[in-house]
């Protein structure tokens, strides 16, 4: 059973960075697409950013394209989300998650294991 914990959130001003980390344990991380997704107070989960097993190819949501960067090390089992141009819409609890079908898929309902995620509040 793979675990997957999140780290990195905190309070930040608009305009301002964090990186998200995800560490897992009892899997290896390096056979499977991984996900970073967000839920926003009283909204639905929603798709950030998706990279491949590899870690060549990305895709990411349109309102974080530009500003956020997904990357990982396999050797370190870990899965970083670099933020960049924060805004207080990016306030959220960001999920990292991990697709065991390899598709790069943006459905959140796809993704087999979550963390249990890292609050990241933007503030105006």
């Known amino acids: 059973q793979v675990q997957l914990v999140e780290s990195g959130g905190g309070l930040v001003q608009a305009g301002g960075s964090l990186r998200l980390s995800c560490a897992a344990s009892?899997?290896?991380?390096?056979?499977?697409?991984m996900g970073w997704l967000r839920q926003a107070p009283g909204k639905g989960r929603e798709f950030v950013a998706v990279i491949s097993w590899s870690g060549k190819s990305t895709y990411y949501a349109g309102s974080v394209k530009g500003r956020f960067t997904i990357s990982r090390d396999n050797a370190k089992n870990t899965v970083d989300l670099r933020m960049n141009s924060l805004q207080p819409e990016d306030t959220a609890v960001y999920y990292c998650?991990?697709?065991?079908?390899?598709?790069?898929?943006?459905?959140?309902?796809?993704?087999?294991?979550w963390g249990q995620g890292t609050q990241v509040t933007v503030s105006s």
């Open positions: 998650a991990l697709e065991s079908t390899n598709l790069n898929t943006t459905a959140w309902e796809d993704y087999d294991y």
């Open positions: 009892g899997r290896t991380l390096s056979r499977n697409s």
